[in-house]
């Protein structure tokens, strides 16, 4: 393997780890969210249930856009 | 680079051939029906859904407990999702989302469940919806279908769909691009979303397991290496947890999808008095 292979399948493993540092937003998101459900839901319990769907709804959401990250890192990794 | 065997937590979707069948030439075209690994999975996941509905579907006013899981299965999609979502239009819709979420949830379902039987050669339990040929398909036909049957229903008044109204003339045009963007997107997060899930989860759970057999061999060596014992058994731990929580998003990750593919829908029903 020379210098040049070498060095382009380094800043790969690099690049693919910075990639998948966007998946920190969707982490925060994902906290907030049911951080926030479970405020609600302890204040007003009889409310809980029927949100639930929008929950999880919510929940796909601010997971693609973690998963968008994952997928890029992913291209990066195994793709290039 | 090392000279240690490399954990390939990737193998395990690799497509390959189970039964070995002659090309078939339609017109210019060469087509291959041989039974790959992911086609055989597909093919049980059928199976299962249709032999459990022949088995449990009865006409009982008190069920049992086959009839009683069918129901709600059933319900889900009825009571939870279409009902409230979109009311009384959706109920033609029904059958549509119903399939969508039962053969996500068997094939998510059966890739986590009969994994075992994948490392003993037969691999009826291939992660079928980790490809995004197949979530992709999924979704590009969910969302062209929900597409057409607006201009089926709305006819070209459908398009106002893009317009945002009280925005003046150069402020709509510039939000119609935005929100064509954002529409024509929704196939192609759809389809990430179940393909990232269960990739991710599969790829996770190999690599932990890739550790205990790795870590153990390891302290089998004696010495001081015999250490090795305890992050193989905290990984072996771990794994137990993973594949409860691998469960749990196979389930949710099905019931997304359909209750996606309903508020899509629903645009499309109660289009022109929803917003």
Known sequence: MNAAVADFHTYKLIGAGLAAMGMIGAGIGLGVLFGNYLQAAIRNPAGAASQQTM????????ETMGLFAFVVSLLILFGV | MTQQPAIQPMEQFLIHKVVELPTVHIGGLAIDPSITNSVLSMIVGAIILIAFFALTARREIVPNRGQALAESLYNIVDRVLVGPIIGHGGKPYVPYILALFLIILVLNLMSVVFAIFNLAGMDFAFAVTSQLAITGTLAVLTFFSVFILGFIKHGPKFLSLFWVPGMGIFGGAAMVVIEMISYFVRPVTLALRLFGNMLGGHVVMSLFGSFVV?????????????LAFVPSALSFTLIVGLTGLELVVAILQAFVFAALATVYLNEVVNFGHGH
């Open chain 1, 55 to 62: 929950l999880f709804l919510g929940m796909a959401l601010t």
């Open chain 2, 214 to 226: 790795a870590l153990g061999i390891l302290a089998l060596s004696g010495g001081v290496a015999t």
